[in-house]
């Protein structure tokens, strides 16, 4: 497996044709006086291996970009493109056939679980999902349990389970499982780790990664953690009040931003190397 | 030397289950803070951080239980108190606690000013309402808080500015202690930044005297603390001035920690996260020896067999480990 964290340069070698793009993609909420542009005629083009980051402070819009990338509120204006084409979601057989393709993890994966269900039958349901209805027990035994060992779980502790007898990071870690099984071509993470502690989320930032090393897939987190965006992303977008202000590769945009407001954002975030507006101490030297 | 706000000596507490286990979330942790300074304490979800805020303030109600130690503050015992008289002489005026919802605290049906009413008047009975709103203007003034916010309801408040209005409420009283547990982890960057700015200014005009941070964020807890101490299940594994704890800590667990830190920094791409394998012990059955052990991939069986003892070393730095602070610089430079 190729080094994956080292993704500046080396990542963007994988990266393939158009899978999802869109055109004055425009979202508005209500009407008259309470009319609100939440998203405010967005392009962009996100490619076949790509890690891109959308960022941008609470209420800039992300979370209504997200729902209509998963096909989960409709677009006011403008078109979105899925693998070539201009996305077909008219039915509800065509919006299932749409979600075996783009698949998303949450922020809080204590809500992500229907909590009827054990966690043998969540697993379950992906292989079905996939086409495996006919595989046999044993078959799809093996696959949950070669799933749950890529994020580090042990399928033979998890069986008779419900997900909310696990902690925060190991119920986010089966959320990868999940994708494991599903194998999208798209992964929309929505702030995936900023509910768990610092330490669990360099684990899932690892596991991501290395999900998209094995199947290929794109992986599209929306974030405000600017910190996280520059380290796992090819590609980053800076969303403002529904426009995206700034985008391109990672090391141009946090390194040398040209919007205003990516200047603030990053001058925003603690930093340890660099000067911050209200540290007690002197920065020290750059990483050596 | 400065005068110690927060003295605690070997405290330990725990939680009794409905099942009558018992928890051991704060076990035999000692630490001081003086005047004018401030203790962030780091550590992995579960270890006991808040747990030991809710210690530290006498705040003993079911399932949480005081066991040994001793908390002073500003040299008042405390932990003799039974919780009620706790609650009435000591949280507020004495220690102030944010907890990490803080602005979800507020009702929706009250002005801001009747929580700061109900705060003085549960203290000081002789305020009357025009001292309170009198005190409560020139306090938010001087926090850079627009004063009309104290004729608001909570829904009329951003997020940003629900959490200063709580933190400029819970330290109306100057306390001499505040405990900020994970003040700005549901905020973004910007508001992040002026609830920062405020807990300084707090500081700086001696409403405050010295403050404990409890947060994961390790950038945040490096730049505005002056100690770190590092929490792993219940115990202090390493405590030290912030910097030396960041960029050289001497626990096993805690250059763990600093090595998982993630800005937006140039040359911050090319390190490589590692991550802590495994989960923090279940604190119902702790590991015989050092509770580390079974994640430390420098552990040894005597790692497993012998508890490690908290040394302290010069310059204001612990650690609890087994071995000595030499042969595990000698381990790392090899690893």
Redesign the interface.
């Known amino acids: 497996m190729p080094d994956i964290m080292m993704n500046g340069a080396a990542g963007r070698d994988h990266v393939g044709e158009l899978c999802l793009s869109g055109k004055g993609v425009t979202k508005v909420y209500g009407m008259g006086a309470r009319r609100t542009v939440a998203v405010d005629h967005v392009d962009f083009e996100f490619r076949k291996g790509e890690v891109i980051s959308i960022v941008g402070e609470s209420g800039s819009g992300k979370t209504t970009l997200v729902k209509m990338l998963l096909a989960l509120t409709s677009v006011t204006e403008g078109d979105i493109y899925f693998m070539g084409g201009k996305r077909d979601i008219t039915t509800r057989q065509k919006k299932h056939d749409y979600w075996r393709g783009i698949q998303a993890i949450f922020q809080d994966p204590f809500s992500s679980y229907n909590i009827f269900h054990k966690i043998d039958a969540v697993l379950l349901d992906c292989i079905n999902m996939r086409g495996g209805k006919g595989f046999s027990k044993e078959k799809k035994t093996e696959m949950m349990s070669e799933a749950c060992k890529f994020v580090n779980l042990e399928f033979k502790e998890l069986t008779n389970k419900y997900p909310f007898e696990l902690s925060g990071g190991q119920m986010q870690r089966l959320m990868i499982a999940r994708i494991f099984l599903l194998q999208p071509r798209i992964l929309l993470a929505d702030e995936p780790t900023s509910m768990i502690d610092a330490c669990s989320r360099a684990t899932i930032l690892d596991m991501l990664l290395n999900l998209r090393a094995e199947i290929g897939m794109t992986i599209i987190f929306v974030t405000h953690d600017i910190g996280l965006a520059y380290y796992v992303s090819d590609t980053v977008y800076i969303m403002e009040r529904g426009r995206f202000v700034e985008f391109g590769g990672a090391d141009d945009v946090i390194l040398r931003p040209s919007a205003e407001y990516t200047r603030r954002l990053i001058q925003d975030v603690p930093k340890i190397h660099e000067p911050w507006d209200f540290t007690k101490r002197s920065p020290r030297a750059v990483l050596t | 030397m400065a005068k110690v706000m927060l003295d605690v000596k070997e405290l330990t507490t725990k939680y009794i289950t409905r099942f009558n286990e018992d928890v051991y979330a704060v076990d035999r942790v000692s630490f001081q803070v003086e005047e004018g300074k401030s203790l962030g304490i780091a550590g992995?979800?579960?270890c006991g951080k808040s747990t030991l805020a809710l210690s530290l303030m006498g705040y003993y109600f079911a399932p949480l239980r005081y066991m040994s130690g001793s908390i002073k503050i500003d040299g008042r015992e405390i932990t003799s108190m039974k919780p009620d008289d706790a609650r009435r002489s000591v949280l507020g005026a004495e220690i102030a606690y944010i907890p990490q919802a803080a602005m979800n605290a507020l009702n929706p049906t009250q002005k801001i000013i009747r929580f700061i009413e109900d705060v003085i008047q549960a203290h000081d009975t002789s305020k009357t309402r025009k001292d309170i709103r009198d005190m409560a203007r020139q306090r938010f003034e001087a926090l850079n808080l627009p004063a009309d916010v104290l004729d608001k309801h909570a829904v009329e408040l951003s997020?940003g500015m629900k959490q200063r209005t709580v933190i400029a409420i819970s330290t109306i009283l100057s306390p001499k202690v505040l405990i900020a547990d994970e003040p700005s982890s549901a905020?973004?960057?910007?508001s992040?930044?002026m609830v920062?700015?405020m807990i300084?200014d707090l500081m700086r005009d001696g409403f405050i005297r010295s403050m404990i941070f409890i947060t994961?964020?390790?950038?945040?807890l490096?730049?505005?603390?002056?100690d770190i101490a590092v929490m792993y299940a219940g115990q202090f594994v390493e405590v030290g001035p912030?910097?030396q704890t960041?960029?050289d800590p001497i626990h096993p667990y805690s250059r763990?920690?600093m090595?998982?830190?993630?800005?937006?920094?140039?040359?911050?791409?090319?390190?490589?996260?590692?991550?802590?394998?495994g989960?923090p012990p279940n604190l119902k059955k702790p590991p015989a020896g050092c509770r580390f052990a079974q994640r430390c991939k420098f552990a040894s069986p005597q790692c497993r067999a012998t508890e490690a003892a908290f040394t302290t070393i010069g310059g204001g730095r612990g650690y609890r480990c087994v071995y000595p602070e030499e042969r595990l610089r000698e381990v790392y430079a090899h690893a």
């Open positions: 992995e979800s579960g997020g905020l973004d960057v910007t992040q930044k920062i700015k300084f994961h964020e390790l950038p945040l490096y730049n505005v603390t002056d912030a910097e960041v960029f763990g920690l090595r998982s830190i993630i800005v937006p920094e140039a040359g911050a791409r090319e390190q490589k996260l590692e991550a802590i394998p989960t």
